[in-house]
């Protein structure tokens, strides 16, 4: 239904009353301070910085990050709910930053479900069409038809409290769904929901994607609904955007040591390793475990003429392996999770966890045992000491 162009967006909260007088008292050779993880300057408190997007029409953008990295402000910066500090923000090649936000064909769900207490089902849904004059003949038809996709046809005569968590996301979704809105934004829609129901609606959501033709953006916390969920994820943390990519992307391809240890459950192991290049061959080296990389990871280090140097090694869980001839470690818990056992070892003074198959395994691990595991050149990622980055990209 339409594209959306975030153009270099800016977010800046301007300093409230006093707050001025302290900064100012900062001496000049004082280093620049953070709050909440944002950036303090002279403007004020910058919560969204350098922010570029396109987002194709009918796209499913999740905007994932941990709290306080600028993604609700964002969505709500798109929503018109916050002023633009700077940038331009197109949606069908109109700028639209003074444009109000019940003009910009947009809707919102919210976390906290905003509906209207003394309102039954059907009448929150019908509610936006009604202050538009919409016919009542196309308002009951098009509640009636979002009810069913939704499957709350059962539940129109009930006020929201006789519904559960999970009902209740239902009707607020439904009632922006029958505005046939331009773009849709939710904003962790599921996160006041049990495990089992954010299951269950992160489902719906992708049926319901299917459904309706509109542009999506998603904000969530929760990596898993970001993987599942979106065409592609956008990661932030401190108002930048960290990497752009498929879900396989940034899963196989992190473009830094962020990213890498954000995406991913259990979290990516880490190192302090070596890089060593032999001529066009590239080895990373741990504890006298040497691995020879990939050749297409070794002819993007070549492009990018990486020399040898200490790095951070990042290996993930479930591609690391028990062997006879690996990095020796100490067992400190064992974790059986049923189709596998999440070992939790100590290996040159770092936490390191090895996922191990139970299919054909014979042996139990204790506590103190040692063990060695090691990894293949495919799935060794390769970080820069001095900026984090990954040195494939």
Known sequence: MATVQLKNIKKVYPFVSGEQKKKSKKKADEPEKKKVNLQITDEGVVAVQAFNLDIADKEFIVLVGPSGCGKSTTLRMVAGLEEIS????????????????????????????????????YENMAFSLKLRHTPKDIINQKVREAAEILDITQYLDRKPKALSGGQRQRVAIGRAIVRAPKVMLMDEPLSNLDAKLRNEMRAEIIKLRERIDTTFIYVTHDQTEAMTLGDRIVIMKDGYIQQIGTPQEVFNHPANLFVA???????????????????????????????ELDPEKEARLLANDVQSQPITL?????HTDLVQDGVKARVDVSEMMGSSVHLHLTAEGRDVIVIVPTVGLK????????????????VAHVFSKENDKNLEF
């Open 86 to 121: 700077d940038g331009e923000l197109v949606i069908d090649g109109k700028v639209v930053n003074d444009i109000a936000p019940k003009d910009r064909d947009i809707a919102m769900v919210f976390q906290n479900y905003a509906l209207y207490p003394h309102m039954t089902v």
């Open 363 to 378: 042996e139990n691990f204790r506590m103190g045992d040692t063990v060695q595991f090691g990894f293949n050149g495919n």
């Open 261 to 291: 240890g954000f995406i991913g459950m259990p979290v990516m192991n880490f190192f302090d390793a070596q890089l060593i290049r032999e001529g066009s061959k590239f080895f990373v080296e741990l504890a006298g475990y040497k691995v």
């Open 314 to 318: 990042g290996v993930r869980p479930e």
